[in-house]
């Protein structure tokens, strides 16, 4: 939906979200990183941009609300970004 979403309190007002998103498409940029939401989510723009939402290094929260384990991954993200992708 990226721009579709109404204000809201955890989201980047319309007006700002929807210049950002613009610029993004014009510059044919790959993928958005933003953070944080107490889970990893990864979604497409209609153009096929990537956003990503970077949970945190501490307490991850499944989609059920159930606490995440070690083995999930929890940590640094690193991100290798090349003139191909990341």
């Given amino acids: ?4 979403f109404p204000d809201f309190y955890f989201h980047i007002k319309k007006k ?3 210049v950002a998103l613009q610029l993004f ?3 044919n940029v790959k993928a958005c990183f933003s953070g944080h939401f ?3 989510l990864i979604s497409k ?3 096929g941009m990537d ?3 970077t949970g ?3 307490m991850m929260l499944h989609s059920d609300s159930d606490a995440a ?3 999930d991954g929890l940590g640094v993200r690193v991100v290798d970004v090349t003139k191909d992708g990341f």
């Fill in 51 to 53: 956003m990503i939402v």
């Fill in 38 to 40: 107490h889970q990893n």
């Fill in 45 to 47: 723009t209609s153009w």
């Fill in 56 to 58: 945190p290094l501490s």
């Fill in 1 to 4: 939906p990226g721009v579709e």
């Fill in 69 to 71: 384990t070690d083995s």
């Fill in 25 to 27: 498409k014009k510059y």
């Fill in 16 to 18: 700002q979200r929807s």
